[in-house]
């Protein structure tokens, strides 16, 4: 079983991806939001057993993550409820950081080719999308004219699950066109994303032709 942590991972990841949208009430989408947080955070940590100074970091984002998520959910105001939505991807974003760093250090770390290594080179490639995504919800929170989205009567949910599916595509670099960024700003973060995207791909199959070469000379 301990080969297979970044594989459950990355299952909880897709699994999360696929029910969140189908989920009505904000409240179980939410609770499942946190679990899959704390879940990829105790796997990131397991990875990093020495990262002892960070451990308390990471849990603390955690918890900060998990209150603007509750803040969220409080009845306000349509402008109180705009600041708590912010304070909810923000608190969000930082976390998303320290998870996709931790799982590139055990990636970098390992000394031989693994299906582990693998799915957690998986598992970062979506935390980047998660990444941007949380950026674009952020934009067009305060900019509804950031994408070319009608988000009026529009469940949160769904708008991140729209926008998710942009970061991922924009990702790739397929980019169907049926969502557009339309702002200076959203256009800019989708090309850093691509590059992002195109480069990523590129450094990990880089450092598997080089585990490979090193277990074959090793066997």
Do not use: C
């Amino acid at each position: 079983m301990r080969e297979w942590h970044f594989l459950q991972l990355t299952l909880f990841i897709g699994a999360w991806m696929l029910l969140s949208p189908l989920m009505r009430d904000r409240w179980i989408t939410q609770v499942l939001l946190q679990v899959f947080l704390l879940n990829s955070v105790l796997v990131t940590l397991w990875a990093n057993p020495e990262w002892r100074a960070v451990r308390r970091i990471m849990l603390a984002v955690w918890i900060v993550s998990l209150g603007g998520s509750l803040l969220a959910l409080a009845p306000l105001s349509q402008e109180w409820h705009r600041v708590a939505r912010t304070a909810e991807i923000v608190s969000t974003m930082p976390l998303l950081a320290l998870l996709a760093v931790g799982i590139l250090r055990f990636v970098f770390r390992g000394k031989s080719l693994t299906s582990d290594g693998f799915f957690a080179t998986v598992a970062v490639y979506l935390f980047i999308a998660l990444f941007f995504t949380q950026l674009y919800m952020l934009l067009l929170e305060w900019n509804p004219a950031s994408f070319n989205l009608d988000v009026t009567g529009r469940p949160p949910n769904l708008v991140q699950t729209d926008l998710l599916y942009f970061s991922l595509i924009t990702l790739a670099t397929v980019g169907y066109g049926d969502i557009l960024p339309v702002s200076e700003t959203a256009r800019t973060l989708a090309v850093i994303e691509a590059t992002v995207g195109q480069f990523y791909v590129a450094v990990i199959v880089a450092v598997f032709v080089g585990m490979y070469a090193t277990q074959r000379r090793n066997s």
